[in-house]
T-cell receptor, first 110, second 113 residues
Framework: SQQGEEDPQALSIQEGENATMNCSYKTSINNLQWYRQNSGRGLVHLIL?????REKHSGRLRVTLDTSKKSSSLLITASRAADTASYFC??????????FGTGTSLTVIP | DGGITQSPKYLFRKEGQNVTLSCEQNLNHDAMYWYRQDPGQGLRLIYY???????QKGDIAEGYSVSREKKESFPLTVTSAQKNPTAFYLC????????????FGPGTRLTVT
């Protein structure tokens, strides 16, 4: 299995601070995606970074990808209480099959 | 509204009974997926389908079955052979091919006693 692992498992920060979470995976990939999950809900796609890209931005989100280290990071800047959720990375290797990591639980304290 | 729906939200069954979870999408996606999520865990792939009348096993297919008779629908049956069926089940869909995001339904929480 090439299931990824997120680090840290849990993160608690004050509103306004930045949150960084990391993802490591095991095999070659076509892309890596980050998803968000509020408690008891489905996942929502945040951002996709292709294997030939190194950095991508979307609003307050910044994602980096280092294929040589098989790792990615997600940075959420100027966090808000509404950012409280679990964040998962997912890798796609062969077409249309995704492997999800174990998730980082983020708590943003108002 | 375009989207993906799952029903019911909560489902309770007695041990030894088969149960079918519904998943419907109107996004015109060819690919559909079923995942299982246990408390504090990531998602594990049960089955996926890239086209009507075809599907493949994921990492944890034992004790589950699926069908894909229509593009819009991908029901999952949890059989009595599944040893630990209590979990949160998530259905997703995407455009077939590489480098597309998945769209998730709201999930079904199955409790078997």
């Amino acid at each position: 299995s090439q299931q990824g692992e997120e680090d840290p498992q849990a993160l608690s920060i004050q509103e306004g601070e930045n949150a960084t979470m990391n993802c490591s995976y095991k095999t070659s990939i076509n892309n890596l995606q980050w998803y968000r999950q509020n408690s008891g809900r489905g996942l929502v796609h945040l951002i996709l970074i292709r294997s030939n890209e190194r950095e991508k931005h979307s609003g307050r989100l910044r994602v980096t990808l280092d294929t040589s280290k098989k790792s990615s990071s997600l940075l959420i800047t100027a966090s808000r209480a509404a950012d409280t959720a679990s964040y998962f990375c997912a890798t796609e290797a062969t077409g249309n099959q995704f492997y999800f990591g174990t998730g980082t639980s983020l708590t943003v304290i108002p | 509204d375009g989207g993906i729906t799952q029903s019911p939200k909560y489902l309770f069954r007695k041990e030894g009974q088969n149960v079918t979870l519904s998943c419907e999408q109107n996004l015109n996606h060819d690919a559909m997926y079923w995942y299982r999520q246990d408390p504090g865990q990531g998602l594990r792939l049960i089955y996926y389908s890239q086209i009507v009348n075809d599907f493949q096993k994921g990492d944890i297919a034992e004790g589950y079955s699926v069908s894909r008779e229509k593009k819009e629908s991908f029901p999952l049956t949890v059989t009595s052979a599944q040893k630990n069926p209590t979990a949160f089940y998530l259905c997703a869909s995407s455009i077939a091919g590489t480098n597309y995001e998945q769209y998730f339904g709201p999930g079904t929480r199955l409790t078997v006693t």
